[in-house]
């Protein structure tokens, strides 16, 4: 299971920014969509390494040898 963190930071002029650790691709945006509503008015967004990331799923692969 992972676990998502989400850091804050406020600036002395009240900006706040935040970063998301532990999830990649648009999960973040989904993690703090309710947060930046109430936050107010986004002025821009910056996207790490991590959201370009690409979530992988193990799978199990089966051949079935009798079929050509």
Do not use: P
């Not at 509503?37 to 193990?58: F, P, S």
């Amino acid at each position: 299971m992972k676990h998502e963190k989400i850091r804050f930071r406020i600036l002395q002029d009240g900006t706040v920014e935040e970063t998301v650790e532990g999830t990649s691709g648009d999960a973040c945006e989904r993690v703090t969509e309710e947060l930046e509503k109430r936050l107010g008015a986004l002025q821009h967004r910056v996207h790490t390494a991590d959201y370009y990331k690409q979530e992988v799923e193990d799978v199990a692969l089966q051949h079935d040898q009798n079929q050509v």
